[in-house]
């Protein structure tokens, strides 16, 4: 073979092992997904519908796996496509009332394989006609029926709220403080609650409340609120965010606000513990077992929940309001039997918590007792986290940041159990030292 023919030989090996390598290098970061992966993620699992109102609901469902990763979820309702998200829960919007919708998810990863569709979940929105509940007999017997019978600390029963059901809530507290009624009913009904017009014949003259309650078929247990029409102590509120969990605060609460007329009851609406879900707000608690973050179920330690939300209507709309949070723990010996706070080291102009500690002793002198804001070397259960704390006294975080300045409206007081909280007893002394105070 010539010396030509040689090197034209030797080009076009040169030539085609450039193409051969230039083929290989194409794709620098791997195989091409959409020519290499056949595999579809796995079929998502346990789609379930909550939180349904007039024009939503609350789908989530268990996640998919697969072998590169989920892309994400295509929602279908009715059988035509809604949308695609990359999260395992969505909030349909924009539905009609009295309506029945069917949704189901797929999966799908980054080369286009889909999953099997989820099981299907068919429900139907709530109607738009709410009308106002009417009741009489004994409150207490009422309220407390419902703080015996809220979930307990497990079941994943609590949801949090979205914004719009927040939004709707709000309205409706602003309308009950107005003696709004009609609107109030219509607003809660978006979102699974009523009011219940309730009459204390026990009471004289009888006395008219609004309680602010869920509907037994719903399942948002967001809490429950009972307004004075006409209170005694238009500046006392009363809240109890642990009733299911500290013992007999709920029904301690529930007793002090009606012997006092005062003007708002607040009431978690599950354990504390109920749900599984983490709040993102600072702190930590062995209530839940270990020492881990507070749970979005803890009223006292999460900010988006209507009884934080309450708080702030309640608190934006009426400047002169006092709120008394009653809360119970286990007396270790060094430990007083009352423990109290402002939410801060600070002494207010008013000093709410030292006039209910004084009258408080003038109830039962043997009680001993520590105040955040006087014995300030004292760190133990002083409510520095609590979100409402926070909140009333104009935390620049109610979620994350304790308070470094005092409204002196707020008032956390963590009692022992026999001295205070232990029967109806102890009940009496505390509500006639709020009666004294207010």
Same mark, same amino acid.
């Given at each position: 073979?010539?010396?030509t023919?040689?090197?034209?030989?030797?080009?076009?090996?040169?030539?085609?092992?450039?193409?051969?390598?230039?083929?290989?290098?194409?794709?620098?970061?791997?195989?091409?997904?959409?020519?290499?992966?056949?595999?579809?993620?796995?079929?998502?699992?346990?789609?379930?519908?909550?939180?349904?109102?007039?024009?939503?609901?609350?789908?989530?469902?268990?996640?998919?796996?697969? /072998?590169?990763?989920?892309?994400?979820?295509?929602?279908?309702?009715?059988?035509?496509?809604?949308?695609? #998200?990359?999260?395992?829960?969505?909030?349909? @919007?924009?539905?009609?009332?009295?309506?029945?919708?069917?949704?189901?998810?797929?999966?799908?990863?980054?080369?286009? /394989? !889909?999953?099997?569709?989820? @099981?299907?979940?068919?429900?139907?929105?709530l109607?738009?006609?709410?009308?106002?509940?009417?009741?009489?007999?004994?409150?207490?017997?009422?309220?407390?029926?419902?703080?015996?019978?809220?979930?307990?600390?497990?079941?994943?029963?609590?949801? !949090?709220?979205?914004?719009?059901q927040?939004?709707? $809530?709000? *309205?409706? *507290?602003? +309308?009950?403080?107005?003696?709004?009624?009609?609107?109030?009913?219509?607003?809660?009904?978006?979102?699974?609650y009523? #009011?219940?017009? %309730?009459? =204390?014949?026990?009471? +004289?003259?009888?006395?008219?409340?609004?309680?602010?309650?869920k &509907?037994?078929?719903?399942?948002?247990? $967001?809490?429950?609120y009972?307004?004075? &029409?006409?209170?005694?102590?238009?500046?006392?509120?009363?809240?109890?965010?642990?009733?299911?969990?500290?013992?007999?605060?709920? &029904?301690?609460?529930?007793?002090?606000?009606? =012997?006092?007329?005062?003007?708002?009851?607040?009431?978690?609406?599950?354990?504390?513990?109920?749900?599984?879900?983490?709040s993102?707000?600072?702190?930590?608690?062995?209530?839940?077992?270990?020492?881990?973050a507070?749970?979005?179920? =803890?009223?006292?330690?999460?900010?988006?929940?209507? %009884?934080?939300?309450?708080?702030?209507?309640?608190?934006?709309?009426?400047?002169?309001?006092?709120?008394?949070q009653?809360?119970?723990?286990?007396?270790?010996?060094? =430990?007083?039997?009352?423990?109290?706070?402002?939410?801060?080291? !600070?002494?207010?102009?008013?000093?709410?918590?030292?006039?209910?500690?004084?009258?408080?002793?003038? !109830?039962? /002198?043997?009680?001993?007792?520590?105040?955040?804001?006087?014995?300030?070397? $004292?760190t133990?259960?002083?409510?520095?986290?609590?979100?409402?704390?926070?909140l009333? @006294?104009?935390?620049?975080?109610?979620?994350?940041?304790?308070?470094?300045?005092?409204?002196?409206?707020?008032?956390h007081?963590?009692?022992?159990?026999?001295?205070?909280?232990?029967?109806?007893?102890? $009940?009496?002394?505390?509500? /006639?030292?709020?009666?004294?105070?207010?």
């Amino acid at each position: 073979m010539s010396n030509t023919k040689r090197a034209n030989s030797a080009q076009k090996v040169i030539l085609l092992l450039m193409l051969v390598f230039l083929g290989c290098s194409s794709n620098d970061n791997g195989p091409d997904i959409n020519n290499s992966d056949t595999i579809a993620p796995t079929q998502p699992t346990n789609l379930v519908a909550s939180q349904i109102t007039q024009n939503s609901m609350n789908l989530s469902w268990g996640a998919s796996t697969d /072998n590169i990763g989920v892309a994400n979820y295509s929602i279908y309702r009715d059988g035509n496509i809604l949308t695609s #998200i990359q999260l395992t829960n969505y909030v349909a @919007n924009g539905l009609s009332p009295e309506t029945s919708y069917e949704f189901k998810i797929k999966a799908k990863d980054a080369a286009g /394989n !889909e999953s099997a569709f989820s @099981n299907a979940v068919t429900a139907m929105t709530l109607a738009d006609v709410s009308t106002l509940q009417m009741a009489s007999g004994d409150l207490e017997v009422y309220v407390n029926a419902i703080v015996d019978n809220a979930p307990d600390s497990s079941g994943d029963d609590y949801s !949090e709220p979205n914004s719009s059901q927040l939004t709707a $809530w709000d *309205v409706a *507290v602003t +309308s009950i403080l107005q003696d709004d009624i009609t609107n109030a009913v219509t607003k809660v009904g978006e979102v699974g609650y009523q #009011i219940t017009e %309730f009459t =204390d014949t026990t009471l +004289s003259p009888n006395q008219v409340f609004y309680v602010l309650e869920k &509907k037994t078929s719903e399942s948002n247990y $967001w809490g429950t609120y009972v307004f004075s &029409k006409t209170p005694e102590r238009a500046n006392l509120i009363i809240m109890a965010p642990h009733s299911k969990y500290d013992t007999n605060t709920g &029904k301690e609460a529930v007793f002090s606000f009606k =012997d006092n007329l005062a003007k708002v009851l607040f009431l978690n609406g599950t354990h504390r513990c109920n749900s599984s879900q983490l709040s993102s707000c600072s702190g930590t608690t062995s209530a839940c077992g270990s020492s881990d973050a507070f749970r979005l179920s =803890d009223m006292a330690h999460t900010t988006t929940s209507m %009884f934080q939300k309450t708080t702030e209507n309640v608190f934006t709309n009426d400047p002169n309001s006092v709120f008394v949070q009653l809360h119970g723990f286990s007396k270790q010996a060094t =430990d007083p039997y009352v423990i109290m706070s402002n939410g801060t080291r !600070e002494t207010p102009v008013t000093d709410y918590a030292t006039l209910i500690m004084n009258a408080l002793i003038v !109830e039962d /002198n043997t009680l001993t007792f520590k105040l955040a804001h006087i014995d300030t070397t $004292w760190t133990r259960l002083i409510g520095f986290t609590n979100s409402q704390g926070r909140l009333i @006294n104009s935390s620049n975080n109610h979620c994350t940041e304790s308070a470094i300045t005092t409204s002196g409206r707020f008032i956390h007081i963590e009692q022992e159990k026999t001295k205070l909280r232990d029967d109806i007893a102890g $009940w009496t002394k505390m509500s /006639n030292a709020l009666k004294s105070v207010f």
